[in-house]
């Protein structure tokens, strides 16, 4: 009896651990988890399994007179599976899923940096208990047309200087975001000009078949200025995003 209530408070409870079977992947893509349940000291009732994708994201909150900015884990997707099943005390059961990112979801790596928090958060549905849960970070690369696009503003005369995601949603002629946050690549001007651009956010909004770029332009003098297009997936060079681009940066 001790046990069972113990348990039920999270005491030697049934365990889970997520092992992602794809190393590396785009937003977008299909990648495979492997969920290995332990069961605890007493048999548990296993409801089903709760799988999230996760990021940490910038956000912004009014506190008295101040705005604060601070980091918030945002739900991303979610799936349920469901196992009604009871794991014994020391059972091991292993389930496998293939899951889809969604072709927004943030970008972590870029040339080889992290650059970004995101996540799988796996839990378990326990009966009368509390969640055990389990947290395995994602290693996720930009499309090969964000790559391009990314390049040929550095070839304009910018250098990267930051990347955020950001709590919210954006949009732009024909598109807009589904999630509820966004990466921006902040890129400052290589040399200096009176009426230039002092800085540059780019951010991209990805449908599946076409890739919708908001470029933020912050010029002296002249305050930001908003400017998008949308880029078929197909295009995947600098010279192929040349034409959507170049005159966003004019």
Known sequence: MLKKLLASVGIGKAK????????????????????????????QELNGLELAVMAQAKAEADVGDEEVTYNKSIVLQHWHQELNITVAPGEVITRQFTLTLHPETPATELFGQHVSKVWLQTGLDIKNG??????????????????????????????????????????????????????????????????????????????????????????AFLGDGYRSVSIPNHCTTVSAVRPYVERLLA
């Open 130 to 219: 509390l969640d055990g849960s389990d947290k395995d970070s994602l290693f996720i690369h930009p499309s090969a047309t964000q790559l391009a696009v990314l390049e040929l503003v550095e070839q304009s005369g910018y250098s990267l200087f930051k990347i955020d995601i950001e709590a919210g949603q954006v949009r732009g002629h024909g598109f807009a975001s589904h999630l509820p946050c966004y990466q921006e690549y902040e890129f400052k001007p290589q040399s200096c000009s009176l009426f230039g651009a002092r800085e540059l956010e780019v951010t991209f909004v990805d449908n599946g078949s076409e890739t919708g770029v908001l470029i933020e332009i912050d010029r």
């Open 16 to 43: 889970v651990d997520a092992i992602l079977l794809s190393d590396t992947m785009r937003a977008g893509d299909d990648f495979d988890v492997e969920v290995v349940i332990t069961g605890g000291e007493v048999a």
